[in-house]
């Protein structure tokens, strides 16, 4: 589902995309499972089509800043890797003025992994 949950926002338009679509992928987010979570960071270029960077970057900037800080190292360097992707996606202003102190943070992880592959 969470691989494939942005894909249905072309066929059901911005409307239904933001009123549907975009709440199950807040929800997908929050979910305990940690690749459900790095599946809909990934594949959010259908769902950037269809209802705009404004209202995507409102609404899912703060879900990628808090998986930023998730408890789990590989939840927080695969939102590391992401990261270029999501940018390019959300646009890079809006990414930037959410994102700048998160970013910094990763240079300081207790983890090698994170910290590696922050300067990437």
Do not use: M, Y
Request: proline share 5%; with cysteine.
């Amino acid at each position: 589902l969470a691989q494939r949950a942005a894909d249905l926002a072309p066929a059901l338009g911005a409307a239904a995309a933001a009123d549907v679509v975009l709440p199950l992928l807040l929800t997908l987010l929050r979910d305990d499972e940690a690749d459900v979570r790095l599946n809909v960071v990934s594949r959010l270029a259908p769902i950037h089509a269809v209802i705009g960077v404004d209202a995507l970057a409102a609404a899912l900037l703060p879900a990628v800043v808090a998986l930023a800080a998730d408890a789990k190292w590989r939840v927080r360097r695969a939102v590391v890797e992401l990261t270029p992707g999501v940018c390019e996606q959300l646009g890079a202003d809006a990414f930037d003025l959410a994102t700048r102190d998160v970013c910094a943070g990763w240079l300081d992880d207790p983890v090698a992994a994170v910290r590696a592959a922050a300067v990437d």
